[in-house]
């Protein structure tokens, strides 16, 4: 396999630009992939407290480093605080516990993974009230959260903090009090969803972009009850077509596609043959004349499949950011 693509955080911290998704996965399959995707070569992986599956990963993880297999900074770790923790008391508590299931002693990359807060109720994730409405908690304040997330880099519980699923207002206004960089914003990124403006704000303030659901996430797209008004990226013709000419599936041109575009992905795959297929893309290129094409297929926002509606409600807090 040719050599890897990287991305450089303001840190200095190489981070590989293919990243292993695990969100939507049971405990079981999700430990049979990653010890298939080790193998294959992932060495970024995304999770994060409300994927629930941080303690199969600490699992997986131990064995690979405890035999010798795998070296702890050949890793490139990333979690997230979640929605429920997202306040200034909740910050160390939930790297903690994090860390205490990925039995790490540090992460990558910690992001925060909402803008908006949901109430703190026992250890629910997803607390609602009783006409099914999620519990807000609107006394966000990112500034005093941020804080706290560079207290975990100055403790070495991280070595680099971001954002996730923020908009450029909110973007911009931690970056105007921030003491340590925003090293990586991760937010939806697809062919149909290209977020050009939203990434080109990123180059220009030395932010690093990973694209989440970078395949069009279709288990997601059933979650929103969205399958009639998002069609599968994975089937359009023209990459389809710009697969045939390649010789490489459509899940490979799309994750060539975003790489190309300087922006990490971390598509999620518990079939073994697609798993290794995804991460098999560095010994080929797009041409710019297969790049123009790609980059025609944008609908801009309209595309979006993570709006967070399945959160009942979630569009009342003064920090939703879309
Ligand atoms: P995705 O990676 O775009 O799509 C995953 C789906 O595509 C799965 O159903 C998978 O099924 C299928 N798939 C994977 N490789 C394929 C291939 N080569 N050909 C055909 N189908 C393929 O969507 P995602 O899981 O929503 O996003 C990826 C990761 O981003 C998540 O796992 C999570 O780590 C992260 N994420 C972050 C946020 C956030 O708010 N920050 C939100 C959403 C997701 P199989 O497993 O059966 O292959």
New binding site residues.
């Given amino acids: 396999m040719a050599s890897k693509m990287t991305l450089t955080l303001p840190t200095g911290q190489v981070m590989p630009a293919l990243g292993f ?5 049971t405990d079981a399959e999700l430990e049979a992939a990653l010890n298939t995707a080790l193998e294959a070569g992932y060495r970024h992986i ?3 407290p409300v ?1 629930e599956n941080e303690h199969v990963i600490g699992k997986v993880l131990h064995k690979w480093l405890s035999s010798g297999k795998l070296k702890r900074e050949e890793l490139f770790v990333v979690s ?1 605080v979640p929605p429920v923790g997202n306040r200034p008391s909740g910050v160390e508590k939930w790297i903690k516990r994090s860390l205490k299931d990925l039995q790490l002693d540090y992460l990558d990359l910690y ?1 925060i ?2 803008p908006f807060s949901l109430e703190e109720v026992n250890e629910d994730l997803h607390p609602v009230d009783k006409n099914g409405e999620i519990k807000l908690d609107k006394s966000t304040d990112h500034l005093k959260i941020w804080l706290e997330m560079e207290k975990q880099v100055e403790a070495g519980r991280a070595k680099a903090i971001g954002l ?2 923020f908009n450029i207002k909110q973007i911009t206004k931690v970056m105007s009090a921030s003491k340590l960089p925003i090293s990586n914003l ?1 937010i ?1 990124l ?1 062919v149909y969803f290209q977020q050009k403006e939203l990434v080109d704000f990123c180059k220009k303030n030395g932010i690093t972009v990973t694209a ?9 797209v059933k979650l929103m009850g969205k399958v009639d008004s998002l069609p599968d990226l ?1 089937s359009n013709p023209v990459v389809v077509k710009i697969g045939e000419r390649r010789t490489k ?4 041109i799309l994750l060539r596609y975003t790489l190309q575009r300087g922006i990490a992905a ?6 073994p043959d ?2 290794r ?2 991460i098999d893309l560095f010994d080929w290129e797009l041409a710019p004349e297969d790049m123009n094409e790609l980059n025609a297929l944008d609908q801009g926002a309209s595309a979006r499949v ?1 709006d967070f509606g399945f959160f009942k409600g979630i569009e009342k807090h003064p920090e939703f950011p879309f």
């Fill in positions: 998704g695990t969100w939507q996965a995304d999770t994060a994927y997230k992001l993974h909402t996730s699923n991760q939806e697809h989440y659901s970078p395949l069009g996430s279709r288990g997601l994975l599936t459509p899940a490979q971390i598509p999620k795959s518990t079939n697609r798993l297929k995804n993570c």
